[in-house]
Every structure is written in structure tokens, then in C-alpha cells.
């Protein structure tokens, strides 16, 4: 298992949200208080890409059919049954590295 660079860290502002890809896969990476978070860019639901929904008050809203999310934790809202999959995260050297095969 290894962390990859996905971005610089001071490429993602915070309450943005953006899309990358980390080992041929999608990731999903937001920032809120200053906290990165990484998820495959993939609704529970019918696997539509987060990146294309919002993120709004801590709150990320799919745009196919509007699931929703805690995007502190990936916790669904609605429905609260769903769950993203979260990847492991450090910054280093001014870099948010994830690690996407910890899953």
C-alpha cells in the first residue's frame, strides 16, 4: 500500500471539491476547514461522478438523482444507508497524497 500525489494542496480551496485520477482510478477530493477528504468520484447510488453534483454547506448532492452525502465523513444523508468509499489521506511537502488501494 502507497499514498499518491493526487494534487498540490494549494490547488483546493476550501469548500471546493475536485476531480482527479490517482492509479487509473476517479477520486473525489474536498477540502472543509481545512480538513482534504478523498472518496471514489462515485454515487452509491448508480455510480454517476460526485464531481458533476454540489457541494454546499458541508453537503455533497449528487446531480443524477440527488443523493446526498456528509462530506466530512461520506455518510449518506438520503438516503442514510449509503456510503461513499473513502481513501486514506496525508499532506506532505505542500501535497495531498491518497492512497486509493486501501480499500
Request: aromatic share 6%.
Amino acid at each position: 500500500m502507497s499514498y499518491r500525489k493526487a494534487m498540490p494542496l494549494a490547488e483546493l480551496w476550501d469548500g471546493e471539491m475536485q476531480a482527479c485520477r490517482i492509479e487509473g482510478q476517479p477520486v473525489l477530493l474536498l477540502k472543509l476547514d481545512g480538513r482534504v477528504c478523498a472518496y471514489a468520484d462515485r454515487c452509491a447510488h448508480q455510480g454517476v461522478p460526485l464531481s458533476e453534483g454540489e457541494l454546499a454547506d458541508g453537503v455533497l448532492t449528487c446531480r443524477a438523482h440527488h443523493w446526498q452525502y456528509d462530506a466530512s465523513s461520506g455518510h449518506g444523508i438520503n438516503p442514510a444507508a449509503a456510503r461513499l468509499q473513502v481513501y486514506p489521506v496525508r499532506i506532505e511537502d505542500g501535497a495531498i497524497l491518497v492512497e486509493v488501494d486501501a480499500t
